[in-house]
């Protein structure tokens, strides 16, 4: 099991490019983590990639190739939390994405808060940054200089608010119950102004008669398992196979509909456009003070946990990423310039991969069934 645990820890990946700098600091710090990408992607698929997306920060970054999480378990709350501090559980106090609060007797959210709401009552905003108990980059930030402006995005409330931390100006998240970016009172009194009219022009909407199909021509997909494999998943009933419609079948947008937008490159699409709205509206790096932007884009988890890493559906989102963050370099080199910025690229965590396919290729793996009554006499726990 150990041998399997640093497989996936090696698939983790920190690249970090420093573009020459004027003897000042950086006005902007952009801090990309993409839940559940794997080294292994930036090898496989290179050749298909653009020069200016992943290759940019290959060829010209410093590169770490063998930067390791050396914790259990490697879940998306403690591995922002591990990004944003640079501390493991035992110091930043997530251990998981939830767990068993022994002192209130009850399973608890690693960010859930009943102490705050959303900005419009909603529920989906009663979270805080409360349960992680040290500091993060963002707030270090923060205290060395007030005016330093710090911000968390992301589809998942928890990658949002563990990566930026305390003090940030605010952390956003995607709700999925309406299509909107929304925030907590823990970080603001109202919703700027910008949010609101952002949601209200409904760019979550404009996906909802379209499909998902391969950007690529059949034959580059010829190094992945089959379109139809058996056990992969259908979320939301987008199918097992391209192409993947996201309303499946519905009348108008819903809590399904925008589900499924986070299992298609589409998701990390919209937190690009919520990303390059922020920097506009809060004048992010217009200074000499430095700015931190923590941004976490969660599409590639929701598709390696639905169709697997070695499937066609991975493969497209990682070549669709790709080009996403190659029009957001060039638009942050317009905005700002490449020479007063650092861009870090990472990851939270890998993922292993399905275990047919495993089996598939000779290495021994299986199924860990659940124990249910009359289980006992069963041969074994792999099925």
Not at 44 to 57: A, V
Not at 75 to 81: F, Q
Not at 295 to 309: K, R, V
Request: with cysteine; net charge negative.
């Amino acid at each position: 099991m150990r041998r399997i645990f640093a497989v996936i820890f090696l698939a983790v990946l920190l690249y970090v490019i420093y573009f020459p700098l004027k003897k000042e600091d950086p006005r902007l710090v952009v801090y990309i983590s993409i839940d559940q990408m794997r080294y292994d992607y930036l090898e496989r698929f290179k050749d298909q990639f653009s020069e200016s997306g992943f290759n940019l920060l290959v060829k010209k970054g410093a590169v770490f190739t063998n930067c390791n999480f050396e914790h259990y378990c490697t879940l998306t709350a403690p591995g922002h939390a591990a990004l944003g501090t640079g501390c493991y559980a035992g110091k930043s106090g997530i251990t998981g994405n939830s767990w068993y609060d022994i002192q209130n007797n009850h399973s608890g959210y690693c960010v859930d808060d009943k102490n705050y709401t959303g900005l419009a009552g909603e529920k989906a905003g009663a979270k805080s940054a409360e349960q992680l108990i040290i500091s993060t980059l963002g707030d270090e930030l923060k205290i060395k200089n007030p005016q330093s402006k710090v911000f968390g995005i992301s589809s998942k409330d928890r990658a949002a608010i563990l990566m930026t931390g305390k003090k940030a100006d605010a952390a956003f998240w995607f709700n999925k119950e309406n299509g909107e970016y929304i925030s907590s009172t823990y970080y603001l009194n109202i919703m700027p102004e910008w949010v609101t009219k952002y949601n209200q022009w409904g760019f979550s909407d404009f996906y909802f008669d379209r499909q998902w199909n391969k950007l690529l021509a059949e034959n580059a997909y010829q190094n992945c398992t089959e379109d139809d494999f058996p056990y992969e998943d259908e979320p939301g009933g987008m199918g097992r196979t391209f192409p993947h419609p996201l309303n499946a079948g519905m009348d108008k947008p819903g809590e399904i509909y925008y589900s499924n937008l986070l299992y298609s490159p589409f998701g990390d699409e919209l937190t690009i456009k919520f990303c390059k709205t922020l920097i506009e509206n809060e004048d992010l790096g217009d200074d000499s003070n430095t700015d931190l932007l923590c941004i976490s884009l969660s599409c590639t988890d929701y598709i390696g946990h639905a169709w697997g890493p070695d499937s066609h559906e991975m493969l497209d989102m990682q070549v669709r990423l790709d080009r996403m963050l190659q029009q957001f370099f060039q638009y942050l080199d317009k905005e700002i310039g490449m020479r007063h910025m650092v861009i870090v690229l990472t990851a939270d965590h890998g993922v292993a991969p399905i275990p047919e396919v495993s089996l598939k290729n000779g290495i021994e793996a299986g199924r860990i069934q659940p124990a249910r009554p009359g289980d006992r006499d069963q041969a074994g726990p792999f099925s």
